[in-house]
């Protein structure tokens, strides 16, 4: 298994709280990606990098935001949690673009 | 926009009999394609890839997938599944070469064996 790790792995929090989940990966990689899983809507991109301080919105973007520092972690956060972002997420790598991904083990996200 | 197809949501089978995923896209340049699985409780892992060559692809845990251009499909199959299959299976695409692009996810096909 490819070395990403994602914090934390469970958490539960209230409407209208900031969340911040973290992706850290040791690989290397350039490419970072994080997704959505939903019931009946498969995967779906928020937001993605393509470098340290790169970053471009994904299909479903409206109420996330993300940040590179370091080439290792990328961060996403939910300035404002609502109960429409309850979801399981995961973060994905990947070598180069249009390469496959690997993904982290995801984050399940309740917000109440 | 692009977007990927699977046409089974749920498909269920018996131990030792055939698979047979459906997946087609809607991109009329080059592709890569993948499959991947998850099981339950897990992450998604690859199961195969294909980039150029040879249509007939084979991965890991006897899967073997298609690509057949001129329908823009690239279906999974298996001979012989076995309970250990359960899982959810989806198909993606990534657009060749295209810098920055994602891959493009199918919403699922979840594959119950029984045993």
């Known amino acids: 298994d490819a070395g990403i790790t994602q914090s934390p792995r469970h958490k539960v929090t209230e409407t209208g709280t900031p969340v911040t989940l973290r992706c850290h990966q040791t690989e290397n990689h350039r490419y970072m990606y994080w997704y959505r899983q939903d019931p009946g809507h498969g995967l779906r991109l928020i937001h993605y990098s393509y470098g340290v301080k790169d970053t471009d919105k994904g299909e479903v973007s409206d109420g996330y935001s993300v940040s590179r520092s370091k080439t290792e972690d990328f961060l996403l956060t939910l300035e404002s949690a609502t109960s429409s972002q309850t979801s399981v997420y995961f973060c994905?790598?990947?070598?180069?673009?249009?390469?496959?991904?690997?993904f982290g083990p995801g984050t399940r996200l309740t917000v109440t | 926009a692009q977007s990927v197809s699977q046409h089974n949501h749920h498909v269920i089978l018996s131990e030792a009999a055939s698979l047979e995923l459906g997946c087609n896209y809607s991109?009329?340049?080059?592709?890569?394609l993948f499959w991947y699985v998850q099981y339950p409780g897990q992450h998604l892992q690859l199961l195969l890839k294909y980039f150029s060559g040879d249509p007939l692809v084979k991965g890991i845990k006897g899967f073997e997938a298609e690509f057949i251009k001129s329908k823009f499909s690239f279906n999974l199959r298996k001979p012989s599944v076995q309970w250990s299959d359960t899982a959810e299976y989806f198909c993606?695409?990534?657009?060749?070469?295209?810098?920055?692009?994602?891959?493009?996810f199918g919403k699922g096909t979840t594959l119950s064996v029984s045993s």
């Open positions: 991109y009329g340049g080059t592709v890569n």
């Open positions: 993606a695409v990534n657009l060749y070469n295209q810098a920055g692009t994602a891959l493009i």
């Open positions: 994905a790598i990947s070598e180069s673009s249009g390469n496959e991904q690997y």
